[in-house]
C-alpha cells in the first residue's frame, strides 16, 4: 500500500476518533498548525483533510475549519409495525395538545418541532433580499398577483424540479400558500367529504388535521425502513376499498425519515395509472439530503398526470416565508378554483422574494450548506441517543429531513416517560400522535432542527439513564 506523507497526522486523528478521545463535533487542528506540527507542506495536509472527509469521519465547514463527524453504526433491527387495514372515521383524536406541552418556558429543550430555528434560517440573506424587492418592486407588490401565482416564479420552480428529473410544467403549478394548504388543495380537488383515501403510516398530525377538516376516511398504509410506503399492503386494499387519493411524503418521511426506493415510486405510478388514483405527494423534505445525489419524486416516473406533487420553502428557508407550490398535473381547473378561494393570491413580496433567491442561485448555495450543518446535528443527537439510552431502544437515522424515529421497549410505561422527559425540560413528540391506531405507542420522533448543547447531552444521559433503571426493574 501506498503511503502518503499525511498520514503521519491523519493516523492519529483516526486512532483517536477510534478510542473515543475524539468526538463528534470536536474541533481539529487548522491546516497551519498541522503544517507547523509536523513540517508538511499545506498540500500535503489539504489532502490527508480530503482524505478524511472523504472517509466521512471529517467534515469541512466553510470558514470554520474541520471537524470530528462520526457515522453511526447503521443496522436495521425490525421493520415497523403493521396492523390490519382499517378504515378510520374523520375525527382525529387530537393527541398532539395532550403531549407537546405548550409551556414554552425558555429552559425547554424542544426535540418536537420540524423546521429550521433561528440558527438554520439565513436571516441575513432573507432580509437583504426583501429589502432589495421592496426597492425594485415598490408598489407593485401591493397588487394582486395571479390566483396561480408569478409567471416567472413558477417557470423557475419547474426549471429546477426538472433538473432532477420531475418533470413539471409551469401551467399547471400553482403558487400556494405553504404545503399545507397546497395538500389542501389537491385532496379538495380530487375528494368530496365521506371518501375513502390512503395515507402513510406513521403520519404527521398537519396532515391528519386536513384530511379530518375534508372529512375523508382513512385507511393507514405502514411504512418500511428498507422501501418506505408499504405497496403490497396498498395493492391488497384496493381489491375491496374504492380509495380516492394516496397521500404520502416518499423523501425523508416526517416522523421516520424513511426514504422510499425509486422502483417502489416507480410501482406506485404504475398502480395510480392503471386504477386511476390520484397520488399526492409531499416532497417537503427532499432537497434536504445528505449524501449522494437529489432523491427522485413520485412524478418522476409519472407520465399521465397522475401524481400531484408539492413543497414548500418553510423547512428549507423559513417557516415564515409562507410559500409552496403545487404541480396538479391532470386536476389544475378544479385546483384553481379551489386556490382562488382560498386567497386571491399569495403575497407578492414572498413570490417576489423567492424569485430573487432562485434567479441568483442563492436558494442552491444555502442548502449546500444547511445540509451540511442539519447532517451534523443529526449525526451529534443520534450519538447522544445510542450512548445513553439501553441497547434495547432504537434509533433510526435518517439520511436528509429533520426527524430521528426512536422505540423504546415495551416495559417502558410511555406516559411516565413523557413526564419525565418534561420534567427534564425535554420535549419529544409520542408516536401515538401520529396515528389512528396505537401501533406506535413505544415509538417518538426526535427533530435535530437545533444544535445540540452541552445542556441538553446532560438532560438525555438523565432520561436515557432512567429508562436504564425502567428495564433494570425486576418484572
Ligand atoms: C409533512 C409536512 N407537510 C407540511 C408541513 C407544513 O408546511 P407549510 O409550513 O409549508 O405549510 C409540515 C410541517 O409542519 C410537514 O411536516
Sequence with gaps: M???????FTSVIEEQIKNGILVSGDRLPSIREIKEKYKLSITSVQSGYDYLVMKGCVINRPRSGFFVIIKVNEDIPEDLPTFSPVVSNVDFDKKVRLTSKSDKSSEQISFNTAAPTDLLVPQKLILRKM????????????????????????NQIAARATKFGCKINAEQLIITDGALQALYI????????????AVESPCIFSVLEVISNLKLKVIEIPVQYKTGFNIDFLKDILTENNIRAVVLTPNFHNPTGILMSDEAKEELVSIAQSNEIPIIENDIYGDLYFDGERPSTIRNFDTEGWVMTYSSFSK???PGIRLGWLNTGRFFEQAERIKFSLGRSVAPIFQELMIQLLDENSYDRHLRFFRKQLEIQ????LNALRLYFPKECYFHRPHGGYSIWGRLPKKVNMPDFYKFCENQKIAFTPGDTFSYTDAYSHHFRIIFADRITCESIVRLKIIGEKVQSILDEPN
Excluded: H, M, P
Design 131 to 154: 429589502q432589495e424587492v421592496i426597492r425594485k418592486k415598490g408598489s407593485s407588490i401591493l397588487r394582486y398577483y395571479s390566483a396561480n401565482g408569478s409567471e416567472i416564479l413558477r
Design 186 to 197: 389537491a385532496l379538495s380537488s380530487v375528494t368530496q367529504s365521506g371518501d375513502v383515501i
Design 2 to 8: 501506498q503511503n502518503f506523507k499525511y498520514q503521519i
Design 378 to 381: 443529526c449525526v451529534e443527537l
Design 316 to 318: 428549507t428557508l423559513a
